[in-house]
């Protein structure tokens, strides 16, 4: 399969591409309705959101690409982070490339208009155009809305998987001494 250009425009009148510097101030908008949709009233303020996306996201020592879905107006509607990964273990076999999604957005506004499974083809292109055999993602097991989009997308639970995770003390106490 070809690799995806650096911009196809979809059914939906998107043009999904990599980020650029132009879509910057609207992707910062983006993030800030994603903090104020799972934060409610705690919602990080545009400004250290603003600052985050600059240093972090976008940041040298950042290991993220950020894919983003733009109107013909320019203003960032979807957003999705990805991240790409080889396998040691499978190298042997050629099946070394695997495409974590770290996050996948999509404006409240433009729910349910294809902008979320146009960003999704497109990473799966990107994917196989990468020799990457699978792409993964995380989902919060009470999100009924994402959980049905990804079934929609013939996405499928990993029963042999569970996902870990050092936080607060532990992360500390793993880091100081490898164990509590």
């Known amino acids: 399969m070809l690799a995806p250009t650096n911009s196809n425009t979809t059914e939906v ?12 101030v609207s992707a910062v908008d983006l993030l800030h309705d994603m903090s104020v949709h799972y934060n409610g009233e705690n919602a990080v303020p545009r400004q250290i959101i603003q600052q985050h996306f600059m240093q972090n996201l976008l940041g040298p020592d950042s290991s993220i690409r950020i894919v983003v879905a733009t109107r013909d107006d320019g203003v960032v509607v979807g957003l999705v982070a990805i991240t790409l990964f080889h396998s040691l273990v499978n190298a042997t076999v050629g099946e070394t490339g695997q495409l974590f999604v770290k996050e996948l957005y999509v404006l409240r506004t433009e729910r349910r208009t294809g902008v979320g499974e146009a960003l999704m083809q497109w990473v799966a292109a990107y994917a196989l155009s990468k020799n990457c055999v699978r792409v993964d993602w995380h989902v919060r097991a009470d999100n009924q809305a ?3 989009f990804y079934q929609h997308l013939r996405g499928v639970p990993v029963d042999d998987r569970l996902c870990y995770r050092l936080s607060g003390n532990a992360l500390t106490q793993t880091a100081k001494t490898g164990r509590e």
């Open 13 to 24: 009148n998107l043009q999904i591409a990599f980020i650029q510097e132009n879509h910057y």
């Open 146 to 148: 994402g959980l049905r």
